[in-house]
């Protein structure tokens, strides 16, 4: 089966980024997502997701409305590829939402609406996931390696905006939500780590624990990942 994204289209693009100097850094992941979308014929949506303080996903940046149903059905329900994408620290991918068992919640809530297959990436900044990159298709639908690793491109050179961005003080209106990635990504692994071990748990099942404990105390899963390394205890458990 021949290739469905062409290597020299794919480098045309990246090309058409890196000429663009954009001074605001949403402006220039917007950019980064419309381009990418002339590249996926098949596919019907997605976007960029970024984690914020309490550890839930919110398009920073979506293709279509629908791509928002995705992200609110997603953190309501704490499962699906782009959770997964982050989550996991991993490319995650989902060719039929309607068949696949690792997401029983949300399928029922977004097969209706035309979200079958999704493809996502993770997002880092200073080697930390931050997000995930993703797309959607409104059947099911396999993705092939050129598509897989055309996303893993555009998902590096968003990386290397942010951190581009970070490290010059211009990350506009996403400044405060990237500092605190920034600060707090570490010790939220470490509590993570530290949950799957004392309570033989799964990285996924983990980090719902924490996040799930800061939702519910409402405060920062930061603040709460700090204060479990610290006591050994999540605010529920006294």
Do not use: W
């Amino acid at each position: 089966m021949n290739a469905r994204i062409d290597t020299a289209a794919l480098n045309s693009s990246l090309r058409r980024i890196a000429e663009r100097d954009d001074s605001d850094l949403y402006d220039s992941l917007r950019r980064v997502i419309d381009v990418s979308a002339q590249l996926f014929e098949a596919v019907t949506g997605g976007g960029l997701m970024l984690a914020d303080e309490h550890g839930d996903l919110h398009y920073i940046i979506a293709r279509t409305g629908q791509s928002h149903l995705l992200e609110e059905v997603q953190v309501q329900t704490g499962e699906g590829p782009c959770v997964d994408a982050y989550v996991k620290d991993e490319i995650t991918i989902c060719e039929d939402l309607a068949e696949d068992e690792r997401y029983p919640k949300i399928a029922p809530l977004v097969v209706p609406h035309g979200i079958r297959a999704v493809l996502g990436v993770p997002i880092h900044l200073s080697d930390m996931p931050i997000g995930s990159l993703d797309l959607y298709v409104d059947t099911p639908y396999q993705f092939d390696e050129s598509e897989i690793s055309a996303l893993s491109r555009y998902g590096e050179v968003v990386e290397a905006m942010i951190h581009a961005a970070v490290a010059a003080s211009h990350a506009g209106q996403l400044a405060d939500q990237l500092t605190y990635a920034l600060d707090y990504q570490a010790p939220i692994e470490r509590g993570i780590g530290y949950l799957m071990a004392r309570d033989d748990l799964t990285h996924s099942d983990a980090f719902q624990k924490l996040r799930a404990a800061a939702r519910s105390a409402r405060r920062r899963i930061g603040d709460v990942a700090t204060d479990l390394l610290e006591t050994g205890r999540l605010p529920s458990e006294g």
